[in-house]
């Protein structure tokens, strides 16, 4: 199979703190994983590409400062919400991808910034 | 840059009707086409994958069909059941290990 694991499934932090979100891929290696945010009613919009081992690359209009992104190992990446505010508040899913068994996703984390 | 739009935004529909969602892509060059549900507040489901060298996939009561050259893809649902209501969102990807680009969905309601 080709499943992925994501964790917290919801978190609620004050506003300035800071949240990590861990998405491990269970049965396989992912060398690159998506991360992605999907704001009420919208489809979902690509933050970053995650690849082992080096630097994360962001989207167009995605602080790399703000969101960062650390995949240390071939099952796990992890982005982190820095100084969160209210407006960050979103659903954020990852996903990984696996030869003939398309793009798996994660279950999602509501991230509520109050 | 590609942009993937899907039509009916929404749709509501009564149990046992069989229904077409569609899905348009503005760059035929893609490497394959993914068709997803997703309940509310829910990750993503993969329904159907179809490769850019195939014409369709079928599952269960669901097939989906791809025209590349027209840039279009349309997901069937046989005796649609209440237990279908949910989005459904088409995602493309431009190559091997690339993101995926989705559409904003088509919500579908089927009533008992």
């Known amino acids: 199979g080709a499943v992925v694991s994501q964790h917290p499934s919801r978190v609620i932090c004050k506003s300035g703190t800071s949240v990590k979100i861990e998405c491990r891929s269970l049965d396989f290696q992912a060398t690159t994983m998506f991360w992605y945010r999907q704001f009420p009613k919208q489809s979902l919009m690509l933050m970053a590409t995650s690849n082992e081992g080096s630097k994360a690359t962001y989207e167009q209009g995605v602080e790399k400062d703000k969101f960062l992104i650390n995949h240390a190992s071939l099952t796990l990446s992890t982005l982190t919400v820095t100084s969160a505010h209210p407006e960050d508040s979103s659903f954020y899913i990852c996903?990984?991808?696996?030869?003939?068994?398309?793009?798996?996703f994660g279950s999602g984390t509501r991230l509520t910034v109050v | 840059k590609q942009e993937v739009t899907q039509i009916p935004a929404a749709l509501s529909v009564p149990e046992g009707e069989n229904l077409v969602l569609n899905c348009s892509f503005t760059?035929?060059?893609?490497?394959?086409l993914q068709w997803f549900r997703q309940d509310p507040g829910k990750g993503l489901t993969s329904l159907l994958l179809i490769q850019s060298s195939q014409r369709e996939q079928t599952s269960g009561r669901l097939n989906a069909s791809l025209d590349k050259s027209s840039g279009r893809s349309t997901l069937y649902i046989a005796a649609s059941q209440p237990g279908d209501s949910a989005t459904y969102l088409c995602?493309?990807?431009?190559?091997?290990?690339?993101?995926?680009?989705f559409g904003k969905g088509t919500s579908l309601l089927v009533t008992p």
């Open positions: 995602a493309v990807s431009g190559d091997s290990g690339y993101a995926l680009n």
């Open positions: 996903s990984a991808v696996r030869k003939s068994y398309g793009y798996t």
């Open positions: 760059d035929s060059a893609i490497y394959n």
